[in-house]
C-alpha cells in the first residue's frame, strides 16, 4: 500500500517556475515507478512524465520535454517535478501515482494522490 500526498502548486505567471512535491509513505516506495498526470478543466488525464524505481530511467510527454524535469529522493520517499518555463497550456490538476512498471499508461497506475493545481497566467 502506498500513499501519496501531492503539494507545491500554486499561480504563476508564463515563463515561470514551479516545483511539485509528492509524498509517499509505505515502505515499499523504493519498488515502484512514479508518475505525474495532470488534467485540464474539460480534458481527458494525460501522462506528463514517469521515473522507473533507480532513477536510471524516465519519460517525458513531448509537451514538456526540455521543460520539466522528474527526479526522486528513494531515501526520503519523495518524488519531485521541476517545472520551468510554463506556459497557459500547463495549467491543470497534477496527480502523482505509483505502478510496479514504468509507463506511460495511467491505467497501470495503481495508487493515486489527491491533486496540486497549477495556473499559469498569460
Known amino acids: 500500500q502506498v500513499q501519496l500526498v501531492e503539494s507545491g502548486g500554486g499561480l504563476v505567471q508564463a515563463g515561470g517556475s514551479l516545483r511539485l512535491s509528492c509524498a509517499a509513505s509505505?515502505?515499499?516506495?523504493?519498488?515502484?515507478?512514479m508518475g505525474w498526470f495532470r488534467q485540464a478543466p474539460g480534458k481527458e488525464r494525460e501522462f506528463v512524465a514517469c521515473?522507473?524505481?533507480?532513477?536510471?530511467?524516465?519519460l517525458y510527454a513531448d509537451s514538456v520535454k526540455g521543460r520539466f524535469t522528474i527526479s526522486r529522493d528513494n531515501g526520503k520517499n519523495m518524488v519531485y517535478l521541476q517545472m520551468n518555463s510554463l506556459k497557459p497550456e500547463d495549467t491543470a490538476v497534477y496527480y502523482c501515482?505509483?505502478?510496479?512498471?514504468?509507463?506511460?499508461?495511467?491505467?497501470?497506475?495503481?495508487?493515486w494522490g489527491q491533486g496540486t493545481q497549477v495556473t499559469v497566467s498569460s
Open positions: 501515482a505509483a505502478s510496479r512498471i514504468q509507463t506511460i499508461d495511467p491505467t497501470m497506475y495503481n495508487y
Open positions: 509505505g515502505r515499499t516506495f523504493s519498488t515502484y515507478a
Open positions: 521515473i522507473n524505481w533507480s532513477a536510471s530511467s524516465t
